[in-house]
């Protein structure tokens, strides 16, 4: 089924998120480890992309269960999984691995759902930035160029596509030079290997009230940096509940040309650092951007549960999704 007919029909919903779920397992050390790495070096727990490979089951099962509540758009667990990131458990050379059995384990959960659901290949922000120096006394030096990002990236969208994907979501995007690398190696991809693009999101983070990304984009300027890539959808994800996103959503559905997607987090962290919204109130919160044109795929971020998501899919299921706007142009 082609996403794009669906998008005209109805409001889609993505799934959950992926940590908060895995957390309920209380999995210990050696469930990371599995037999395979049980005498890796480095502790391992904490590595979730690595339970693609050591406890797939535990993964599939989390994706079913968000299918079970109503997402028809489910995040391979693949936030990490590049070079660049697993170096922090000196695990670079699994991440083509990694993401081909992600792919997998979601598509094994599609097929247990009995459901149409698209499956959505996770490409993550990276915990090294282009546009900003982590060393504050020289603002000049980066901790990676360009030319890594892009190889990384490559690496973990060939492992995604050759593990069935359907769509390819870049996520969570604080730096937008590390996501127009994201951009560019997928571009590279399906050039070389001669092969039919697949669809692909793009989902910022606007990081407080100011309304800009980390690396200092307002929303617009955001929206502009990355409008090339010609997206199905771009939209807002993690850092803001609904109640702080709503007024960010309501100016990209006004400057967005392709489709809008919102997955906000359960509300802001409490003292603890966890979240708290019930999901009533996230289902209402996004029921009222449903209602107000705003959305086209809806979902939810940190602290967000399958509960959450089966509120969020019952309360926007009768309303019609946002129109792409008629866009005047210049003669």
Known sequence: MDIRQELEKRILIIDGAMGTMIQRYKLTEEDYRGERFKDWHLDLKGNNDLLCITRPEIITEIHKQYLDAGADIIETNTFSSTFIAMADYEMQSLAYELNVEAAKCAREAVRQSGKTAWVAGAIGPLNKTLSLSPDVNNPGFRAVTFDEVVDAYYEQVKGLVDGGVD???????????????AIFAIKKFFRDTNTPSLPVMISGTITDA????????????????????????????????????????????????CYTSAYPNAGLPNAMGEYDEDPADTGHFL?????????NIVGGCCGTTPDHIRHIAEHVKTIQPRKLPVLETSL
């Open 167 to 181: 769509i390819l979501l870049v996520e969570t995007i604080f730096d937008t030079l590390n996501a127009k690398g």
């Open 210 to 257: 100011s309304g800009r990304t980390l690396s200092g984009q307002t929303l617009e300027a955001f929206y502009t940096s990355v409008a090339h890539a010609k997206p199905l959808s771009i939209g807002l994800n993690c850092a803001l509940g609904a109640k702080e996103m709503r007024p960010h959503i309501t100016e990209l559905s006004q400057i967005a040309s």
């Open 287 to 295: 029921e009222e951007w449903a209602k107000e044109g705003y959305v």
